[in-house]
């Protein structure tokens, strides 16, 4: 099965401030339809969990454009310009490429 | 809008078969691209994705539970149903559904989640 990596398990950083959290794949997450079968999500307590990028850098709907999803191959990144304070969350990152569909293992993002 | 909610028995015994139910609205599971997958969260840890149905009934199983999975739908009433045979106290954890597109393969809607206890 494929793996994802998240190496951070926490991040601390201030309110403003940009923060890069990263997902390595054990290989290429690339399609034959040129699209990476990466996804991020967004667990925040008492919210269900909100899909923030697929593909590795599409935004969903309604997702604020400082979430910038970013990557190719096995090494993806999801960067939250002007952190906010509903932005301390954990973070997952999921593949979909192979079945079965793997989780990374979270990163926490925490206020400085 | 879609929305989705899980139910199940909250807690069950070592051995039983645990039967879980996902109602969902604002979509049809008889509609192209449309799916529902099922992921479980022990409390403190992380997301393990356990299966998906399609619109057109193919399903998709985590083959780490070996044959002890069942996923099915209820296209009439806008449900969607999983069972996990032969649970023991691994299985505690929180089970979510989810809203899954073909388009992106990705769990866009996820319900808020049932809590399940396998305990004797």
């Known amino acids: 099965q494929i793996t994802l990596t998240q190496q951070a398990e926490s991040l601390w950083i201030s309110p403003g401030e940009r923060v890069s959290i990263t997902c390595r794949a054990s290989q290429s997450l690339l399609y034959t339809d040129g699209k990476h079968y990466l996804s991020w999500y967004q667990q925040r307590p008492g919210q269900t969990t909100k899909a923030l990028i697929y593909h590795a850098s599409v935004r969903t709907d309604g997702v604020p454009t400082r979430f910038i999803g970013s990557g190719s191959g096995t090494e993806f990144t999801l960067s939250i310009e002007h952190v906010q304070p509903e932005d301390f969350a954990i973070y997952y990152c999921l593949q979909t490429l192979k079945s079965p569909f793997t989780f990374g293992s979270g990163t926490k993002l925490e206020i400085k | 809008q879609v929305t989705l909610k899980e139910s199940g028995p909250g807690i069950l015994q070592p051995s039983h078969t645990l039967s879980l139910t996902c109602s969902f609205s604002?979509?049809?599971?008889?509609?192209?691209?449309?799916?529902v997958s099922w992921i479980r969260q022990p409390s403190g840890k992380g997301l393990e994705w356990l299966a998906s149905i399609w619109w057109n009934g193919n399903t998709y199983n985590n083959p780490s539970l070996k044959s002890r999975l069942t996923v099915s739908k209820d296209t009439s009433n806008n449900q969607a149903f999983l069972k996990v045979t032969s649970v023991d106290t691994a299985d505690t954890a929180t089970y979510y559904c989810?809203?899954?597109?073909?388009?992106?393969?990705?769990?866009?809607?996820w319900g808020p989640g049932t809590m399940v206890t396998v305990s004797s």
């Open positions: 604002g979509f049809s599971l008889s509609t192209y691209g449309m799916g």
């Open positions: 989810a809203h899954t597109r073909l388009r992106g393969w990705y769990f866009d809607f």
